[in-house]
Protein backbone atom coordinates (compact mmCIF):
# COMPACT_ATOMS: atom_id res chain seq x y z
CA UNK A 1 0.00 0.00 0.00
CA UNK A 2 2.84 2.63 0.95
CA UNK A 3 3.89 1.73 -2.79
CA UNK A 4 0.65 2.24 -4.83
CA UNK A 5 -0.41 4.81 -2.58
CA UNK A 6 2.09 7.58 -4.27
CA UNK A 7 1.26 5.87 -7.57
CA UNK A 8 -2.48 6.17 -7.53
CA UNK A 9 -1.88 10.09 -6.72
CA UNK A 10 0.57 10.34 -9.39
CA UNK A 11 -2.35 8.77 -11.97
CA UNK A 12 -4.74 11.28 -10.09
CA UNK A 13 -2.98 14.12 -10.85
CA UNK A 14 -2.32 13.04 -14.28
CA UNK A 15 -5.77 12.55 -14.66
CA UNK A 16 -6.67 16.28 -13.50
CA UNK A 17 -3.97 17.40 -15.89
CA UNK A 18 -5.46 15.82 -18.92
CA UNK A 19 -8.58 16.84 -18.23
CA UNK A 20 -7.77 20.43 -17.55
CA UNK A 21 -5.71 20.32 -20.84
CA UNK A 22 -9.12 19.34 -22.26
CA UNK A 23 -11.68 21.94 -20.75
CA UNK A 24 -8.85 24.77 -22.66
CA UNK A 25 -8.80 22.42 -26.02
CA UNK A 26 -10.32 23.70 -29.20
CA UNK A 27 -13.64 21.98 -29.85
CA UNK A 28 -17.43 22.14 -31.68
CA UNK A 29 -18.03 25.53 -29.21
CA UNK A 30 -15.21 26.64 -27.97
CA UNK A 31 -12.60 28.93 -29.62
CA UNK A 32 -9.10 28.60 -28.06
CA UNK A 33 -6.85 32.26 -28.71
CA UNK A 34 -3.48 32.13 -27.88
CA UNK A 35 -2.36 36.23 -26.50
CA UNK A 36 1.47 37.45 -26.41
CA UNK A 37 1.40 37.54 -22.35
CA UNK A 38 -0.97 36.62 -19.70
CA UNK A 39 -3.83 39.36 -18.51
CA UNK A 40 -2.09 42.35 -16.14
CA UNK A 41 -5.63 43.11 -14.64
CA UNK A 42 -9.72 42.85 -15.72
CA UNK A 43 -10.70 46.48 -14.74
CA UNK A 44 -11.05 47.90 -18.34
CA UNK A 45 -10.01 51.89 -16.67
CA UNK A 46 -6.92 50.22 -15.21
CA UNK A 47 -5.21 48.36 -17.92
CA UNK A 48 -2.84 49.02 -20.81
CA UNK A 49 -1.36 46.10 -22.30
CA UNK A 50 -2.84 44.55 -25.19
CA UNK A 51 -3.58 41.05 -23.80
CA UNK A 52 -5.41 42.77 -21.36
CA UNK A 53 -7.65 45.19 -23.73
CA UNK A 54 -8.43 42.36 -25.82
CA UNK A 55 -10.14 40.43 -23.23
CA UNK A 56 -11.87 43.43 -22.13
CA UNK A 57 -13.24 44.56 -25.37
CA UNK A 58 -14.78 41.05 -25.52
CA UNK A 59 -16.31 41.89 -22.22
CA UNK A 60 -17.49 45.54 -22.11
CA UNK A 61 -19.20 47.20 -24.97
CA UNK A 62 -19.19 50.96 -25.00
CA UNK A 63 -21.31 53.17 -27.18
CA UNK A 64 -19.30 52.26 -29.62
CA UNK A 65 -17.73 49.33 -30.58
CA UNK A 66 -14.79 48.11 -33.23
CA UNK A 67 -15.85 45.23 -36.12
CA UNK A 68 -14.30 42.49 -37.67
CA UNK A 69 -12.48 45.05 -40.12
CA UNK A 70 -11.22 47.11 -37.45
CA UNK A 71 -13.85 50.16 -38.13
CA UNK A 72 -16.23 51.81 -35.72
CA UNK A 73 -20.01 50.39 -35.51
CA UNK A 74 -23.05 51.46 -33.07
CA UNK A 75 -22.35 49.62 -30.24
CA UNK A 76 -24.49 50.28 -26.93
CA UNK A 77 -25.33 53.51 -29.14
CA UNK A 78 -27.22 52.37 -31.68
CA UNK A 79 -26.74 55.64 -33.86
CA UNK A 80 -25.15 59.19 -33.35
CA UNK A 81 -25.24 62.61 -35.19
CA UNK A 82 -22.90 65.59 -34.63
CA UNK A 83 -22.92 69.00 -34.89
CA UNK A 84 -21.33 71.49 -37.83
CA UNK A 85 -18.90 72.75 -35.62
CA UNK A 86 -17.51 68.94 -34.86
CA UNK A 87 -17.71 69.70 -30.75
CA UNK A 88 -20.81 68.06 -29.95
CA UNK A 89 -21.94 64.71 -30.63
CA UNK A 90 -24.91 63.38 -29.50
CA UNK A 91 -25.79 59.29 -29.32
CA UNK A 92 -29.20 57.45 -28.61
CA UNK A 93 -28.76 54.61 -26.57
CA UNK A 94 -30.81 51.10 -27.19
CA UNK A 95 -33.28 50.59 -24.80
CA UNK A 96 -33.95 48.12 -22.20
CA UNK A 97 -29.55 47.38 -21.94
CA UNK A 98 -28.57 45.18 -19.10
CA UNK A 99 -25.76 43.94 -17.22
CA UNK A 100 -25.09 40.56 -17.85
CA UNK A 101 -26.68 39.63 -13.89
CA UNK A 102 -29.75 41.12 -15.40
CA UNK A 103 -29.11 45.19 -14.08
CA UNK A 104 -30.40 47.70 -16.30
CA UNK A 105 -28.48 50.69 -17.28
CA UNK A 106 -29.38 53.87 -19.22
CA UNK A 107 -27.76 57.19 -20.49
CA UNK A 108 -26.85 58.34 -17.06
CA UNK A 109 -24.50 55.71 -16.53
CA UNK A 110 -21.87 57.18 -18.89
CA UNK A 111 -21.24 60.44 -17.30
CA UNK A 112 -20.23 58.31 -13.95
CA UNK A 113 -17.89 56.52 -15.89
CA UNK A 114 -16.08 58.78 -17.50
CA UNK A 115 -15.51 60.94 -14.04
CA UNK A 116 -14.05 57.38 -12.71
CA UNK A 117 -11.75 57.10 -15.56
CA UNK A 118 -10.55 60.35 -14.94
CA UNK A 119 -10.57 59.80 -11.26
CA UNK A 120 -6.90 60.55 -9.55
CA UNK A 121 -7.83 57.17 -7.43
CA UNK A 122 -8.58 55.34 -10.52
CA UNK A 123 -5.33 56.29 -12.27
CA UNK A 124 -5.97 55.11 -15.41
CA UNK A 125 -3.30 54.88 -17.78
CA UNK A 126 -5.07 55.72 -20.69
CA UNK A 127 -6.56 58.62 -19.23
CA UNK A 128 -4.32 61.13 -21.91
CA UNK A 129 -6.14 58.91 -24.70
CA UNK A 130 -9.42 60.96 -23.73
CA UNK A 131 -8.13 64.53 -22.69
CA UNK A 132 -9.90 66.19 -25.99
CA UNK A 133 -13.31 64.87 -23.97
CA UNK A 134 -14.55 68.02 -22.04
CA UNK A 135 -17.96 66.42 -20.76
CA UNK A 136 -20.27 63.59 -21.07
CA UNK A 137 -23.57 65.04 -20.11
CA UNK A 138 -26.86 62.74 -20.49
CA UNK A 139 -30.45 64.56 -21.56
CA UNK A 140 -32.78 61.53 -20.95
CA UNK A 141 -32.81 57.82 -20.46
CA UNK A 142 -31.69 57.14 -23.68
CA UNK A 143 -30.04 60.19 -24.78
CA UNK A 144 -26.61 62.31 -23.93
CA UNK A 145 -24.36 64.62 -25.25
CA UNK A 146 -20.49 63.97 -25.68
CA UNK A 147 -18.54 67.46 -25.93
CA UNK A 148 -15.46 67.96 -27.39
CA UNK A 149 -12.43 70.54 -26.99
CA UNK A 150 -11.72 70.39 -30.88
CA UNK A 151 -12.74 68.46 -33.87
CA UNK A 152 -11.98 64.62 -33.66
CA UNK A 153 -13.60 62.65 -36.67
CA UNK A 154 -11.92 59.65 -35.21
CA UNK A 155 -14.28 59.58 -31.94
CA UNK A 156 -16.37 56.29 -32.57
CA UNK A 157 -13.36 54.35 -33.24
CA UNK A 158 -11.88 56.38 -29.72
CA UNK A 159 -15.45 55.48 -27.84
CA UNK A 160 -14.82 51.92 -28.60
CA UNK A 161 -11.84 51.69 -26.16
CA UNK A 162 -12.74 49.56 -22.92
CA UNK A 163 -12.00 52.50 -20.79
CA UNK A 164 -15.04 53.98 -21.70
CA UNK A 165 -17.33 50.99 -21.92
CA UNK A 166 -20.22 50.20 -19.81
CA UNK A 167 -19.06 48.28 -16.36
CA UNK A 168 -21.19 47.62 -13.62
CA UNK A 169 -20.70 51.03 -11.37
CA UNK A 170 -23.59 49.62 -9.28
CA UNK A 171 -20.70 46.84 -7.76
CA UNK A 172 -17.56 48.74 -8.13
CA UNK A 173 -19.90 51.12 -5.40
CA UNK A 174 -20.50 48.50 -3.06
CA UNK A 175 -17.26 45.90 -4.02
CA UNK A 176 -14.47 48.53 -4.73
CA UNK A 177 -11.60 46.83 -6.84
CA UNK A 178 -13.06 43.21 -5.63
CA UNK A 179 -15.93 43.48 -8.19
CA UNK A 180 -13.85 42.26 -11.02
CA UNK A 181 -13.64 38.63 -8.13
CA UNK A 182 -16.82 37.68 -9.37
CA UNK A 183 -17.36 34.54 -11.17
CA UNK A 184 -19.01 35.18 -13.49
CA UNK A 185 -17.88 39.04 -13.64
CA UNK A 186 -20.84 41.56 -14.72
CA UNK A 187 -20.31 42.79 -18.07
CA UNK A 188 -22.06 44.52 -20.28
CA UNK A 189 -20.11 42.29 -24.32
CA UNK A 190 -20.78 39.73 -25.98
CA UNK A 191 -19.00 37.61 -23.27
CA UNK A 192 -18.22 37.44 -19.63
CA UNK A 193 -15.33 35.60 -17.30
CA UNK A 194 -16.16 32.64 -15.69
CA UNK A 195 -12.83 30.93 -14.90
CA UNK A 196 -9.31 32.89 -14.98
CA UNK A 197 -6.22 30.45 -13.76
CA UNK A 198 -3.12 32.28 -13.98
CA UNK A 199 -0.58 31.53 -16.29
CA UNK A 200 -3.11 28.75 -18.04
CA UNK A 201 -6.14 30.02 -19.21
CA UNK A 202 -8.88 32.75 -19.06
CA UNK A 203 -12.25 30.82 -19.89
CA UNK A 204 -15.30 33.41 -21.22
CA UNK A 205 -18.86 32.24 -21.45
CA UNK A 206 -22.04 34.27 -23.73
CA UNK A 207 -23.10 36.97 -21.95
CA UNK A 208 -27.23 35.68 -21.60
CA UNK A 209 -28.31 39.57 -21.37
CA UNK A 210 -26.49 41.06 -24.32
CA UNK A 211 -28.59 43.57 -26.14
CA UNK A 212 -28.03 41.27 -29.83
CA UNK A 213 -28.24 38.08 -30.68
CA UNK A 214 -26.01 35.90 -28.81
CA UNK A 215 -22.67 35.89 -29.88
CA UNK A 216 -21.91 32.74 -32.34
CA UNK A 217 -19.50 30.69 -29.94
CA UNK A 218 -20.11 29.56 -26.98
CA UNK A 219 -17.00 29.97 -25.22
CA UNK A 220 -13.56 31.48 -25.86
CA UNK A 221 -10.42 30.12 -24.42
CA UNK A 222 -7.61 32.80 -23.44
CA UNK A 223 -4.35 31.22 -23.13
CA UNK A 224 -0.96 33.31 -22.37
CA UNK A 225 1.96 31.95 -24.58
CA UNK A 226 4.92 34.71 -24.16
CA UNK A 227 7.13 32.02 -26.57
CA UNK A 228 5.94 32.74 -30.52
CA UNK A 229 7.33 29.31 -31.81
CA UNK A 230 5.29 27.90 -28.80
CA UNK A 231 2.32 29.30 -30.13
CA UNK A 232 2.76 28.14 -33.41
CA UNK A 233 3.84 24.63 -32.69
CA UNK A 234 0.58 24.39 -30.34
CA UNK A 235 -1.61 25.99 -33.44
CA UNK A 236 -0.05 23.31 -35.48
CA UNK A 237 -0.70 20.68 -33.31
CA UNK A 238 -4.21 21.42 -32.96
CA UNK A 239 -4.24 22.79 -29.16
CA UNK A 240 -5.13 26.53 -30.35
CA UNK A 241 -7.21 27.90 -33.04
CA UNK A 242 -5.71 31.41 -33.29
CA UNK A 243 -2.21 32.76 -32.06
CA UNK A 244 -1.61 36.60 -32.02
CA UNK A 245 1.94 36.10 -33.25
CA UNK A 246 4.77 33.74 -34.63
CA UNK A 247 8.24 33.59 -35.04
CA UNK A 248 9.70 36.16 -38.57
CA UNK A 249 12.13 33.45 -39.33
CA UNK A 250 9.10 30.47 -39.50
CA UNK A 251 7.11 33.40 -42.29
CA UNK A 252 8.09 31.68 -45.72
CA UNK A 253 7.88 28.29 -44.29
CA UNK A 254 4.49 28.71 -42.96
CA UNK A 255 3.51 30.35 -46.32
CA UNK A 256 5.19 27.36 -47.99
CA UNK A 257 4.04 24.36 -45.84
CA UNK A 258 0.30 26.10 -44.46
CA UNK A 259 -0.97 27.87 -47.10
CA UNK A 260 -3.62 30.16 -45.41
CA UNK A 261 -2.83 29.43 -41.50
CA UNK A 262 -0.25 32.89 -41.43
CA UNK A 263 -1.40 36.12 -42.27
CA UNK A 264 0.80 39.08 -42.52
CA UNK A 265 -1.23 42.67 -42.73
CA UNK A 266 0.06 46.07 -42.55
CA UNK A 267 -0.32 47.67 -39.29
CA UNK A 268 -1.17 51.15 -37.67
CA UNK A 269 2.80 51.43 -36.71
CA UNK A 270 5.55 53.20 -37.95
CA UNK A 271 9.22 51.83 -37.88
CA UNK A 272 11.78 54.49 -37.72
CA UNK A 273 14.94 55.91 -36.07
CA UNK A 274 15.16 58.99 -34.23
CA UNK A 275 17.95 61.38 -34.44
CA UNK A 276 18.97 63.47 -31.50
CA UNK A 277 19.15 66.75 -33.22
CA UNK A 278 19.86 69.01 -30.41
CA UNK A 279 23.29 68.36 -30.78
CA UNK A 280 26.32 67.14 -33.80
CA UNK A 281 26.37 66.15 -35.91
CA UNK A 282 22.58 65.54 -36.41
CA UNK A 283 21.52 69.16 -35.75
CA UNK A 284 22.68 69.72 -39.25
CA UNK A 285 19.29 68.79 -41.73
CA UNK A 286 22.31 67.88 -44.58
CA UNK A 287 23.34 65.26 -42.88
CA UNK A 288 20.14 63.89 -41.73
CA UNK A 289 18.81 63.57 -45.55
CA UNK A 290 22.25 62.89 -46.89
CA UNK A 291 21.67 59.39 -44.50
CA UNK A 292 18.48 58.52 -45.64
CA UNK A 293 18.88 59.61 -49.00
CA UNK A 294 21.98 56.37 -49.08
CA UNK A 295 18.89 53.68 -47.26
CA UNK A 296 17.72 50.80 -49.32
CA UNK A 297 14.42 51.24 -47.68
CA UNK A 298 12.82 48.06 -50.01
CA UNK A 299 15.59 45.78 -49.27
CA UNK A 300 15.31 46.30 -45.74
CA UNK A 301 11.70 45.58 -45.74
CA UNK A 302 12.29 42.89 -48.11
CA UNK A 303 15.66 41.47 -47.26
CA UNK A 304 16.25 42.28 -43.92
CA UNK A 305 12.70 41.54 -42.41
CA UNK A 306 11.09 39.15 -44.87
CA UNK A 307 7.43 39.46 -42.90
CA UNK A 308 5.59 41.86 -45.77
CA UNK A 309 6.19 45.16 -44.52
CA UNK A 310 5.71 48.00 -46.48
CA UNK A 311 8.96 50.47 -46.92
CA UNK A 312 8.07 54.13 -45.66
CA UNK A 313 9.53 57.29 -46.50
CA UNK A 314 7.12 58.90 -44.27
CA UNK A 315 4.85 58.79 -40.78
CA UNK A 316 1.39 57.82 -41.55
CA UNK A 317 0.48 54.21 -42.23
CA UNK A 318 -1.06 53.41 -45.51
CA UNK A 319 -5.10 54.96 -46.16
CA UNK A 320 -4.12 57.08 -42.10
CA UNK A 321 -4.76 60.42 -43.93
CA UNK A 322 -5.95 59.64 -47.88
CA UNK A 323 -4.09 57.07 -50.26
CA UNK A 324 -1.39 58.97 -51.26
CA UNK A 325 1.42 58.15 -49.08
CA UNK A 326 4.39 60.62 -48.59
CA UNK A 327 7.96 59.85 -50.73
CA UNK A 328 10.38 62.21 -50.90
CA UNK A 329 11.42 63.82 -54.71
CA UNK A 330 14.56 61.36 -55.04
CA UNK A 331 13.07 58.49 -54.09
CA UNK A 332 13.24 56.84 -57.69
CA UNK A 333 16.40 57.73 -58.54
CA UNK A 334 19.25 54.99 -59.01
CA UNK A 335 21.63 54.44 -56.16
CA UNK A 336 24.12 55.77 -57.40
CA UNK A 337 23.08 59.26 -58.31
CA UNK A 338 21.25 59.12 -54.55
CA UNK A 339 24.74 58.15 -53.28
CA UNK A 340 26.40 61.21 -55.03
CA UNK A 341 23.95 63.86 -53.94
CA UNK A 342 23.76 62.51 -50.53
CA UNK A 343 28.03 62.46 -50.64
CA UNK A 344 27.63 66.46 -52.08
CA UNK A 345 25.20 66.86 -48.88
CA UNK A 346 27.83 65.68 -46.52
CA UNK A 347 30.78 67.47 -47.91
CA UNK A 348 28.76 71.11 -47.49
CA UNK A 349 28.43 70.12 -44.03
CA UNK A 350 31.94 69.53 -43.81
CA UNK A 351 32.10 65.82 -43.56
CA UNK A 352 34.89 63.94 -45.87
CA UNK A 353 38.06 61.69 -45.96
CA UNK A 354 39.69 63.78 -43.69
CA UNK A 355 36.71 64.10 -41.28
CA UNK A 356 34.74 60.95 -41.92
CA UNK A 357 31.23 61.02 -40.22
CA UNK A 358 30.64 59.30 -36.97
CA UNK A 359 28.54 58.05 -34.45
CA UNK A 360 26.74 55.58 -32.70
CA UNK A 361 23.86 53.50 -33.40
CA UNK A 362 21.75 52.56 -30.57
CA UNK A 363 18.83 50.00 -30.59
CA UNK A 364 16.92 47.50 -27.88
CA UNK A 365 17.57 44.08 -28.34
CA UNK A 366 16.27 42.24 -30.58
CA UNK A 367 17.07 40.09 -33.40
CA UNK A 368 15.27 42.62 -35.97
CA UNK A 369 16.57 45.75 -34.59
CA UNK A 370 20.45 44.69 -34.61
CA UNK A 371 19.45 43.12 -38.34
CA UNK A 372 18.17 46.54 -39.31
CA UNK A 373 21.59 48.38 -37.98
CA UNK A 374 24.18 46.08 -39.26
CA UNK A 375 22.10 47.40 -42.77
CA UNK A 376 22.05 50.47 -42.03
CA UNK A 377 26.15 50.74 -41.10
CA UNK A 378 26.63 48.89 -44.39
CA UNK A 379 24.67 51.25 -46.68
CA UNK A 380 26.64 54.07 -45.23
CA UNK A 381 29.40 52.65 -45.45
CA UNK A 382 30.15 53.80 -49.24
CA UNK A 383 29.88 57.68 -47.66
CA UNK A 384 32.89 56.93 -45.21
CA UNK A 385 30.34 56.91 -42.57
CA UNK A 386 31.74 55.45 -39.87
CA UNK A 387 29.22 53.71 -37.27
CA UNK A 388 29.87 51.87 -33.58
CA UNK A 389 26.63 49.39 -32.75
CA UNK A 390 25.28 49.64 -29.04
CA UNK A 391 22.27 47.31 -27.82
CA UNK A 392 20.44 47.58 -24.02
CA UNK A 393 17.30 45.87 -22.90
CA UNK A 394 14.19 48.44 -23.90
CA UNK A 395 13.86 49.99 -20.34
CA UNK A 396 17.17 51.25 -20.30
CA UNK A 397 16.86 51.90 -23.80
CA UNK A 398 14.04 54.28 -23.82
CA UNK A 399 15.22 55.94 -20.50
CA UNK A 400 18.05 56.93 -22.51
CA UNK A 401 15.80 58.10 -25.60
CA UNK A 402 13.87 60.12 -22.77
CA UNK A 403 16.94 61.52 -21.64
CA UNK A 404 18.21 62.17 -24.59
CA UNK A 405 21.08 60.30 -24.30
CA UNK A 406 21.66 58.97 -28.00
CA UNK A 407 22.87 60.02 -31.28
CA UNK A 408 20.99 58.04 -33.54
CA UNK A 409 18.12 55.47 -31.82
CA UNK A 410 15.93 52.57 -32.29
CA UNK A 411 12.14 54.25 -32.02
CA UNK A 412 8.43 54.01 -33.56
CA UNK A 413 5.16 54.41 -32.85
CA UNK A 414 2.10 52.30 -32.82
CA UNK A 415 -1.30 54.58 -33.06
CA UNK A 416 -3.42 54.70 -30.18
CA UNK A 417 -6.34 54.92 -32.15
CA UNK A 418 -6.58 55.46 -36.36
CA UNK A 419 -5.88 59.40 -36.63
CA UNK A 420 -3.11 60.82 -37.85
CA UNK A 421 -2.76 63.35 -35.20
CA UNK A 422 -1.83 60.63 -33.06
CA UNK A 423 1.74 60.06 -34.82
CA UNK A 424 2.55 63.30 -35.60
CA UNK A 425 1.66 65.19 -32.40
CA UNK A 426 4.27 62.72 -30.77
CA UNK A 427 6.85 65.32 -32.21
CA UNK A 428 5.81 68.17 -31.27
CA UNK A 429 7.50 70.71 -29.05
CA UNK A 430 4.96 70.40 -26.56
CA UNK A 431 5.58 66.41 -25.91
CA UNK A 432 8.57 67.08 -23.72
CA UNK A 433 10.39 64.45 -23.27
CA UNK A 434 8.30 61.72 -25.34
CA UNK A 435 9.76 64.13 -28.68
CA UNK A 436 12.97 62.03 -28.75
CA UNK A 437 14.59 64.01 -31.26
CA UNK A 438 13.80 67.49 -30.75
CA UNK A 439 12.10 68.86 -33.17
CA UNK A 440 11.21 72.00 -32.84
CA UNK A 441 9.42 73.85 -35.66
CA UNK A 442 6.77 76.60 -35.22
CA UNK A 443 5.04 75.97 -38.55
CA UNK A 444 5.13 72.71 -38.28
CA UNK A 445 3.48 72.79 -34.88
CA UNK A 446 1.06 75.46 -35.74
CA UNK A 447 -0.07 73.68 -38.90
CA UNK A 448 -0.55 70.23 -37.07
CA UNK A 449 -2.89 72.58 -34.74
CA UNK A 450 -4.66 73.78 -37.47
CA UNK A 451 -5.52 70.64 -39.01
CA UNK A 452 -7.06 69.25 -35.60
CA UNK A 453 -8.91 71.98 -34.99
CA UNK A 454 -10.75 71.84 -38.76
CA UNK A 455 -14.00 69.97 -39.11
CA UNK A 456 -13.89 69.86 -42.61
CA UNK A 457 -12.33 66.23 -43.52
CA UNK A 458 -11.09 67.36 -46.47
CA UNK A 459 -9.18 70.16 -45.03
CA UNK A 460 -7.99 67.69 -42.14
CA UNK A 461 -6.75 65.41 -44.60
CA UNK A 462 -4.54 67.92 -46.71
CA UNK A 463 -3.52 69.70 -43.41
CA UNK A 464 -2.05 66.50 -42.07
CA UNK A 465 -0.16 64.90 -45.04
CA UNK A 466 1.17 69.32 -44.96
CA UNK A 467 2.41 68.21 -41.87
CA UNK A 468 3.75 65.41 -42.62
CA UNK A 469 5.65 66.40 -45.43
CA UNK A 470 7.25 69.48 -43.52
CA UNK A 471 8.66 67.29 -40.71
CA UNK A 472 10.00 64.72 -43.50
CA UNK A 473 11.65 67.71 -45.68
CA UNK A 474 13.52 68.64 -41.73
CA UNK A 475 13.94 64.70 -41.32
CA UNK A 476 14.35 64.46 -37.35
CA UNK A 477 13.29 61.06 -37.91
CA UNK A 478 14.34 58.07 -40.14
CA UNK A 479 11.37 56.48 -40.94
CA UNK A 480 12.18 52.16 -42.52
CA UNK A 481 8.72 50.94 -43.01
CA UNK A 482 5.66 49.88 -41.36
CA UNK A 483 4.96 47.79 -39.05
CA UNK A 484 2.88 44.19 -39.34
CA UNK A 485 0.96 42.29 -37.64
CA UNK A 486 1.60 38.14 -37.72
CA UNK A 487 -1.25 36.29 -36.72
CA UNK A 488 -2.05 32.52 -37.61
CA UNK A 489 -5.91 31.46 -37.85
CA UNK A 490 -6.91 27.67 -38.04
CA UNK A 491 -9.03 26.75 -40.94
CA UNK A 492 -11.78 25.77 -38.87
CA UNK A 493 -12.34 29.54 -37.61
CA UNK A 494 -14.93 31.75 -39.89
CA UNK A 495 -15.66 35.65 -39.63
CA UNK A 496 -11.62 36.53 -39.10
CA UNK A 497 -10.74 39.78 -41.46
CA UNK A 498 -7.40 41.44 -41.46
CA UNK A 499 -7.40 45.01 -41.07
CA UNK A 500 -4.58 47.59 -40.17
CA UNK A 501 -5.81 48.11 -36.29
CA UNK A 502 -5.09 44.18 -35.68
CA UNK A 503 -9.02 44.03 -34.17
CA UNK A 504 -10.67 40.76 -34.24
CA UNK A 505 -13.53 41.01 -32.19
CA UNK A 506 -14.60 37.01 -30.72
CA UNK A 507 -18.31 37.61 -30.95
CA UNK A 508 -17.46 38.18 -34.57
CA UNK A 509 -15.63 35.09 -34.96
CA UNK A 510 -17.32 31.46 -35.42
CA UNK A 511 -16.28 27.62 -36.32
CA UNK A 512 -17.19 26.26 -39.59
CA UNK A 513 -19.60 23.99 -39.93
CA UNK A 514 -18.64 20.35 -41.62
Not at 231 to 255: I, Q
Amino acid sequence: MRVMAPILAILLLLGCSQQNDRSSAPGPEQIVRLSDSELKGLDPQKISDLSSLRIASDQFEGLTRLNARGKAEPGLAKAWETSPDGLRWTFELHGGLKFSDGTPFDAALFPEIFLRMRAPGTASPTANLFTNISGIKAISDNRLIVSLASPAPHLPALLAHPALAAIPLHRINNAGDTWTNDRPMITSGAYRLVDWRLNDHARMERNPNWHEDPAPTDTIIWKPMDDSLSAMRLVLAGGADVSADYPDSRHRWLKENHPGLAHSVPYLGSYYFAFNIRKPPFDDSRVRIALSMAVEREWIADKVIGIGNMPAWGLLPPGLAGDIDYKPDWVDWPREKRLQAAGELLADAGYGTKHPLKFEIRFNSSAEHRRVSVALAAMWQPLGVQTSLFNSEAALHFSALRDHDFTLARSGWIGDFPAAENFLSVHQTANGTGNYSGYDNADFDALLAQAIASADPFERQTLMRRAEAMMMADMPVLPLYYYVTRSLVGKRIAGWEDNISNVHPSYTLRIKTQ
